[in-house]
Nanobody
Framework: QVQLVETGGGLVQAGGSLRLSCAAS????????MAWFRQAPGKEREFVAGISRTSLTWISGSTSYADSVNGRFTISRDNVKDTLSLQMNSLKPEDTAEYYC??????????????????WGQGTQVTVSS
């Protein structure tokens, strides 16, 4: 069992930055493929960024991004502190959504499919004003 808790959401103006964090507890963090998803009102939950599971604690893993955030967002993991982060720069109003941290032990690495992830955080709201 893995527990995930997101922090760092808030209100920011377009062009600004936010950093989301996800604290994990319960199992060996490095063996989980991790990702950030988001869900805007009336829309389906969508993949934002993913980072691969690693066999060695000091290796951070490879990353992947949705086209809409590539070049603006950066996902990273700290396998010693058991945390996942999402640095979001050049934010746009269309980035407004609830952001969720997710963990996968058995699914495809950096999968974009929600059903590949066994564990989810409660979400943190990001609102970007124009």
């Amino acid at each position: 069992q893995v527990q995930l808790v997101e922090t760092g959401g808030g209100l920011v103006q377009a062009g600004g930055s936010l950093r989301l964090s996800c604290a994990a507890s319960g199992r060996i963090f490095s063996i989980y493929s991790m990702a950030w998803f988001r869900q805007a009102p009336g829309k389906e939950r969508e993949f934002v960024a993913g980072i691969s599971r690693t066999s060695l604690t000091w290796i951070s893993g490879s990353t992947s991004y949705a086209d809409s955030v590539n070049g603006r967002f950066t996902i990273s993991r700290d396998n010693v502190k058991d945390t996942l982060s999402l640095q979001m720069n050049s934010l746009k109003p269309e980035d407004t959504a609830e952001y969720y941290c997710a963990a996968s032990r058995a699914g495809y690495d950096k999968s974009i499919a929600t059903n590949d992830y066994e564990y989810w955080g409660q979400g943190t709201q990001v609102t970007v004003s124009s």
